[in-house]
């Protein structure tokens, strides 16, 4: 089994560095293969400067195998050179954006499939607000002000990016509309990785994560450790 990176926001730069290289670590070092989705940044025509930001950011970190994947939309979803590159993945970072486009592009594609397969093998499977709301079992979309069904890499979670400018906004209706889910808020240039030796997760970067425990809020700091149900 691998990794999961959920970002907060505001990736490739400032206190990103610390758990991206955390994330390089465990992908195999300086030696792993980063493969890029960017397919959320689509919808407004920016995925070829979210992808080129990123690719530039870890070749800066010192890895020498980045690529972005040519994964825009359903259709290339399904393109067998983007799965078979997933498949050699050792660390996969889904960029952020708009999350109901990266959502139903992937769903029940090959290239879904595919990072689920490198997942179990140990890869690393990261992403940046859109990219890591979109991994949990339910996700927001503030244009349509409706909670979607999400890949389920983690079930019963719906992921809060940009938490400590507008995502804890989202708090209120979303205990309304999903009382049984578990609530996971990361503030931007923050990340929490769930890279323990027994299922824990830790905080690392600028700001905090804010988990929204029945019994209420708790939040955790860079360094700090978690258990998600």
Same mark, same amino acid.
């Given at each position: 089994?691998?990794y999961i ?5 505001a990736?490739?730069?400032?206190s990103?560095?610390?758990p991206?290289r ?11 293969r980063? +493969?890029?989705v ?13 992808g080129?930001?990123?690719?530039? /950011?870890? +070749?800066?970190?010192?890895v020498?195998d980045?690529?972005v994947?040519?994964?825009i ?6 393109a067998?050179?983007v799965?078979?590159a997933?498949?050699?993945?050792g660390?996969?970072?889904?960029l952020?954006?708009?999350? +109901?486009?990266?959502?139903e ?6 290239a879904w ?6 997942y ?20 927001y979309?503030?244009?349509?002000r ?7 890499l983690l ?12 995502g804890?906004? /989202?708090?209120p209706g979303l205990s309304?509309?999903?009382p049984?889910?578990?609530l996971?808020?990361?503030?931007e240039e923050t990340?929490i990785?769930n890279?323990g030796?027994h299922?824990? /997760?830790?905080?690392?970067?600028k700001g905090?994560?804010?988990?929204? /425990? ?10 700090e450790?978690?258990?998600l149900p």
């Amino acid at each position: 089994m691998g990794y999961i990176l959920l970002a907060g926001g505001a990736e490739f730069g400032g206190s990103m560095e610390i758990p991206d290289r955390r994330a390089i670590e465990l992908a195999g070092g300086a030696e792993a293969r980063v +493969r890029i989705v960017p397919a959320a940044a689509a919808p407004d025509n920016n995925h070829q400067r979210a992808g080129h930001n990123g690719a530039q /950011w870890f +070749r800066n970190l010192g890895v020498s195998d980045v690529k972005v994947l040519p994964l825009i939309d359903r259709a290339s979803a399904d393109a067998p050179d983007v799965l078979a590159a997933i498949l050699r993945s050792g660390l996969i970072y889904l960029l952020g954006g708009f999350p +109901r486009h990266l959502e139903e592009s992937l769903t029940g594609s090959l290239a879904w499939n595919g990072i689920l397969e490198a997942y179990q093998k140990g890869a690393v499977i990261a992403g940046s607000s859109a990219g890591a709301m979109v991994l949990c079992g339910h996700y927001y979309n503030p244009s349509a002000r409706k909670v979607f069904k999400g890949l389920d890499l983690l079930p019963d979670t719906c992921f809060l990016p940009h938490h400590n400018t507008f995502g804890q906004n /989202w708090t209120p209706g979303l205990s309304s509309l999903i009382p049984a889910v578990l609530l996971i808020g990361v503030d931007e240039e923050t990340a929490i990785l769930n890279d323990g030796p027994h299922g824990t /997760w830790t905080v690392y970067g600028k700001g905090a994560a804010t988990i929204y /425990w029945t019994s209420g809020p708790e939040i955790y700091q860079d360094g700090e450790v978690f258990r998600l149900p």
